[in-house]
């Protein structure tokens, strides 16, 4: 019978093993959002693709537990469980790019292809470590239980390092190699303690470490720079040399041309500006508060054709600030000032009736946050304009606009007078909803290029049926889903 290893040291790998599983997952959502996006599917895959792993791995390694040597089999599966937590981000970069567009189908792919290998390994290792350590049948509920608790100590340990220390701090690429390489160098330290991994073994277990870790060191992230909350990247226009592209995740999320402030690609921005322009007469300054920056293309228009405006921003993402600051000419002021963090809570201080006009460009992915959607947002929004403001807000929906047709209930509950800018049809993909406590001027969205504007009472039958959405029941991702 195998000697076993000392309580604490079998302790600290069971930490060990459940931590480097969460820190995968979560570091996962990052791995994956650049190629399929940011949605509650991509979040599901990958939670399921991992719980699986965990259930196999639990299944499958108390099996083999007690089939085989356990002090040799902990050995090589901590050592095989490092090597594959470091093969996810090379698998996800080769696989990604040619998944994207495909949808859930893509993402459960991608998630079980490089997840559920390492989550499986690590699994088995409480099980094994259980199997080395039990002695008799008198104590194995204390030795079940003593790991079983460290283990779940040590997701909770890994969930947390990784929301908390790794994302905001270090590349994903950087904190899968720290967490594979100390996964393996357990490995390498229980067999050679041990004398279970001869030199044959330490060396395969060295250069298959190595390998993986020199994949993953090469395999180039598809962003300049990864945020707290984005893979984030800059493309320059290939037909226009001033025109610069901000690509968040997925997504090509804003146009600026770094010549022409006035310049706006995307029709949404076009809309948003058409409805906010026709809302107070030219050329008299506005106070405006941008929910969401991104390239912060609409507060720099604003400042171009309505000088003396002041724009105060909204933006959760301070990096994503630096590098508009850096890549995309953004000059904040007194006149443009940005207030970083969650707008839901940055909304509370801005002052009672102080913008003319309100702009709701927000996105977690393809959808609106779902907190900065509902009722009690619109609450707050509505207190901050000024009597006969307007509330401008994008919404990307698809199908059949479950998503809009939620919003637009919303926005009649606060609101009196509701209007829709979108394709005719209307159709999916980006829509533009204004609101006002005041009759909206003809003016505002009938500019609108492209599109065509649809009244309060076309909203309202369109909306009949729909809830509004309340921080109670917010679906805004189901609802964004084609059925």
Request: charged share 20%; glycine share 10%; with cysteine.
């Amino acid at each position: 019978m195998p000697r076993p290893l000392a309580p604490e040291a079998a302790a600290a790998l069971a930490f060990l093993a459940s931590g480097a599983v969460l820190v995968l997952e979560i570091l996962g959502v990052r791995l994956l959002a650049p190629y399929v996006g940011l949605t509650l599917q991509t979040t599901t895959a990958i939670i399921g693709s991992v719980l699986a792993g965990i259930a196999a791995g639990a299944a499958l390694g108390g099996r083999t537990a007690d089939l085989t040597d356990p002090r040799r089999l902990l050995a090589w599966l901590l050592a095989g469980g490092g090597v594959l937590a470091l093969l996810t981000v090379p698998v996800v970069r080769v696989l990604g790019p040619a998944l994207r567009g495909s949808g859930d189908a893509g993402a459960l792919l991608v998630t079980f292809a490089a997840l559920l290998p390492p989550a499986a390994v690590l699994s088995a290792v409480t099980p094994t470590l259980a199997r080395l350590q039990l002695r008799d049948l008198g104590s194995s509920g204390t030795v079940f239980g003593r790991l079983s608790a460290w283990a779940t100590a040590g997701a909770l340990a890994g969930t947390f390092v990784t929301g908390f220390v790794l994302v905001p701090r270090l590349s994903v690429t950087t904190s899968v190699i720290a967490v594979g390489a100390v996964v393996v160098g357990a490995g390498l330290a229980v067999g050679v303690r041990g004398a279970v991994l001869g030199a044959t073994g330490v060396a395969v277990v060295v250069a298959a470490a190595l390998a993986a870790g020199t994949l993953t060191a090469v395999a180039s992230p598809p962003c300049d720079v990864e945020s707290a909350y984005h893979c984030v990247r800059v493309d320059r226009d290939p037909a226009r040399p001033s025109g610069r592209v901000l690509v968040l995740d997925d997504l090509r999320h804003s146009y600026v041309d770094l010549e022409d402030p006035r310049r706006l690609e995307f029709d949404y921005t076009r809309w948003i500006a058409d409805a906010v322009d026709g809302s107070a007469p030219r050329g008299r300054p506005l106070d405006a508060v941008f929910v969401g920056g991104g390239g912060f293309t609409l507060p720099r228009w604003l400042a171009a054709t309505r000088p003396g405006s002041r724009s105060r921003v909204l933006e959760v993402d301070g990096e994503l600030v630096d590098v508009a600051r850096e890549r995309l000419g953004l000059r904040t002021s007194p006149a443009l000032r940005v207030l970083e963090g969650d707008a839901r809570m940055t909304m509370r201080d801005q002052p009672a009736r102080s913008a003319d006009a309100v702009v709701g460009d927000a996105f977690g992915g393809r959808a609106v946050p779902w907190h900065l959607a509902t009722l009690e947002w619109t609450e707050q929004v509505r207190r901050v304009l000024r009597p006969g403001g307007v509330y401008a807000m994008n919404v990307i929906d698809l199908g059949e606009l479950r998503l809009m047709r939620a919003e637009a209930a919303t926005l009649l509950e606060v609101f009196p007078h509701v209007r829709l800018i979108a394709r005719p049809g209307p159709t999916g993909a980006n829509l533009v909803l204004v609101a006002s406590s005041r009759p909206l001027p003809a003016s505002a969205g009938s500019r609108a290029r492209g599109a065509r504007t649809y009244g309060r009472a076309a909203v309202a039958r369109l909306v009949a049926g729909s809830d509004p959405l309340t921080d109670e029941d917010a679906p805004v991702d189901q609802l964004l889903q084609t059925r």
